[in-house]
């Protein structure tokens, strides 16, 4: 026992006691240890996450850095493997199980693994460029184009061998980092989609911008899933050339739910302004987009 990492440690406050019982005492207090320094980096970790998010301090600066939260989740992971890892290797060690060896058999087990699963390797090499390029980050709404198959939704978690993305429906959809292609980012956490009611000749301008911000404060309580934030109303303008004057309506949208606004809202709008003209036509409420996608390619 005097021989062992942990037996050296005991043997100086006990030389006398070999006995079988203190070698199960000290191989659950291994274990306690071990599985207490986990619980006190999750706890750490979860502070620093929450502290990141707090309105002021170094913490809420560095969340602002792309991959914070990411990069900090992977860096507990990977500790709390590693710790795992020390302490079944010292507890074996405790049974006259050679660290060194046990050393040497995870390094050619997992260089076997590696070669037997390049598919395994490839996730991970990508998931480490996802996380460090810059690529996408938690909470980012992105476009996945993959060989098969494109997901829109909101990134939930990059891993090393998933990336996992919330969609319109509220399903979480695991995509194999290796087959991640193109990823198109939306910096704006959405799509911005621009409603321009004509206001009629001869309206009272004030009664038709009060009619076009109600239908859209209405809308964005009506439909919370798609339409993300809550819509800006501006002031009335001027067309070009003073043909016209509009008022204009900003919508923060789900990706490719733009039916929404060319239809439920274009029509409620021009349902309600022919109260002000009784010819008032759908082509008097224009509908545009910004997307504002930034892609990069992985391949």
């Known amino acids: 026992m005097h021989g062992t990492v942990m037996g050296r440690i005991y043997g100086h406050f006990y030389p006398h006691d070999t006995s079988a019982g203190m070698r199960v005492l000290l191989i659950v207090l291994l274990a306690v240890l071990a599985n207490l320094a986990v619980k006190v980096i999750h706890r750490v970790s979860d502070w620093i996450l929450r502290r990141s998010h707090a309105p002021k301090g170094a913490l809420a600066a560095m969340a602002g850095k792309p991959k914070f939260e990411t990069v900090t989740r992977l860096v507990v992971s990977t500790v709390t493997v590693v710790i795992y890892f020390m302490a079944i290797g010292m507890i074996l060690e405790e049974f006259g199980f050679s660290l060194t060896a046990y050393l040497a058999s995870a390094s050619v087990l997992g260089l076997a693994i590696s070669f037997g699963s390049?598919?395994?390797?490839?996730?991970?090499?990508?998931?480490?460029?996802?996380?460090?390029?810059?690529?996408?980050?938690?909470?980012?709404?992105?476009?996945?184009?993959?060989?098969?198959?494109?997901?829109?939704?909101?990134?939930?978690?990059?891993?090393?061998?998933?990336?996992?993305?919330?969609?319109?429906?509220?399903?979480?959809?695991?995509?194999?980092?290796?087959?991640?292609?193109?990823?198109?980012?939306f910096p704006h956490g959405g799509v911005d989609a621009y409603a321009d009611p004509q206001i009629p000749i001869g309206a009272d301008q004030q009664k038709a911008v009060q009619i076009v911000e109600t239908i859209a404060v209405g809308m964005w309580a009506q439909f919370g899933a798609i339409i993300l934030s809550e819509p800006i109303v501006g002031k009335v303008e001027t067309a070009p050339g003073g043909a016209w004057q509009f008022v204009r309506a900003h919508f923060k949208i789900w990706p490719s739910q733009g039916s929404l606004i060319e239809t439920t809202f274009r029509q409620e709008v021009v349902k309600a302004m022919r109260a002000l003209d009784p010819a008032y036509a759908d082509w008097q409420v224009p509908v545009t987009y910004r997307a504002g996608t930034v892609t990069k390619n992985l391949k």
């Open 118 to 185: 390049q598919g395994l390797v490839q996730d991970i090499v990508i998931g480490l460029t996802l996380i460090f390029w810059d690529a996408m980050d938690v909470n980012d709404m992105v476009e996945v184009v993959g060989p098969s198959s494109t997901v829109v939704g909101r990134v939930e978690e990059i891993g090393m061998r998933f990336t996992k993305i919330v969609n319109f429906y509220n399903q979480r959809v695991y995509i194999p980092n290796r087959g991640i292609g193109n990823v198109s980012r």
